[in-house]
C-alpha cells in the first residue's frame, strides 16, 4: 500500500458524460500527479498540482481539467466522454522533487 | 523534446538468469531516473531510483546503472524468479521546476520457471 488512495476503483458510463475521479495523497505530500494509462499510448502524464496551484501540464485534453484543494486532495474532472477516454487513470504523489507513489488507479470505461 | 525510449519490449529470460532493460533520455536536465514495476492490473511500484550525481545503485538482486554523457541509464535484475515477471518502466523528469515524469513505453519481463 503507498498510502495514495484512489475513488472510484471503477467507472462505467456513456459517451457524452461527465465524471470526477479523486485521489487522496500520502500523508505530508504536497504534489499530486495524474497519469493516463492506456494500451496504445502507455503511461501518459496529464497534470501536476503542489500545494493547490498547478505546477505543470501535459498531454491534456481541454475537455478534462483537475484541482486542488486546500486538504491536499485532488479531482481530475472529464467531460464530454468519448470512446477513447477509456484508460486506467492514476494519481501519484510526492513530496516535492524525488520520489512519486502511485495510487491504485481507477479503471474508466466509456461505452 | 521531452522522450524515453526504452528496450527492450518483451524479454524473456529462464529462472536464475540475469535481465537487463535499458533507457535513453533526451533532455540533458534530466537529474532523477525512476524505475517501476507493474504487475497487471496493479499500481506502478518504484522499486529503485538513481540520481545524477551517482553512476550505480544496488538494492538486493536490482541495481541501476547511468551514463550522463551518453544519456543512458539500465536496469539489472540478478538471479530472477517468476515473481519478476511484471512490466516494467523507466522513467526520467525534464529539467525545471516539474517533476512530471516521462515514462518508457515498457518492458514485459517474463521469468519461466
Known amino acids: 500500500d503507498s498510502g495514495v488512495t484512489q475513488t472510484p476503483k471503477h467507472l462505467i458510463t456513456a459517451t457524452g458524460q461527465r465524471v470526477t475521479l479523486r485521489c487522496s495523497p500520502r500523508s505530508g505530500d504536497l504534489s499530486v500527479y495524474w497519469y493516463q494509462q492506456s494500451l496504445d499510448q502507455g503511461l501518459q502524464f496529464l497534470i501536476q498540482y503542489y500545494n493547490g496551484e498547478e505546477r505543470a501540464k501535459g498531454n491534456i485534453l481541454e475537455r478534462f481539467s483537475a484541482q486542488q484543494f486546500p486538504d491536499l486532495h485532488s479531482e481530475l474532472n472529464l467531460s464530454s466522454l468519448e470512446l477513447g477516454d477509456s484508460a486506467l487513470y492514476f494519481c501519484a504523489s510526492s513530496v516535492d522533487v524525488g520520489e512519486q507513489y502511485f495510487g491504485p488507479g481507477t479503471r474508466l470505461t466509456v461505452t | 523534446g521531452e522522450n524515453v525510449e526504452q528496450h527492450p519490449s518483451t524479454l524473456s529470460v529462464q529462472e536464475g538468469d540475469s535481465a537487463v532493460i535499458k533507457c535513453t533520455y533526451s533532455?540533458?536536465?534530466?537529474?532523477?531516473f525512476p524505475w517501476y514495476k507493474q504487475e497487471l492490473g496493479k499500481r506502478p511500484q518504484l522499486i529503485i531510483d538513481?540520481?545524477?550525481?551517482?553512476g550505480e545503485k544496488k538494492d538486493q538482486r536490482i541495481a541501476v546503472t547511468l551514463n550522463k554523457t551518453a544519456k543512458h541509464f539500465s536496469l539489472h535484475i540478478t538471479e530472477t524468479q517468476p515473481e519478476d515477471s511484471a512490466v516494467y518502466f523507466c522513467a526520467a523528469p525534464p529539467g525545471g521546476a516539474t517533476n512530471k515524469l516521462i515514462f518508457g513505453t515498457g518492458t514485459l519481463l517474463a521469468v519461466q520457471p
Open positions: 533532455d540533458s536536465a534530466s537529474n532523477y
Open positions: 538513481i540520481r545524477s550525481n551517482v
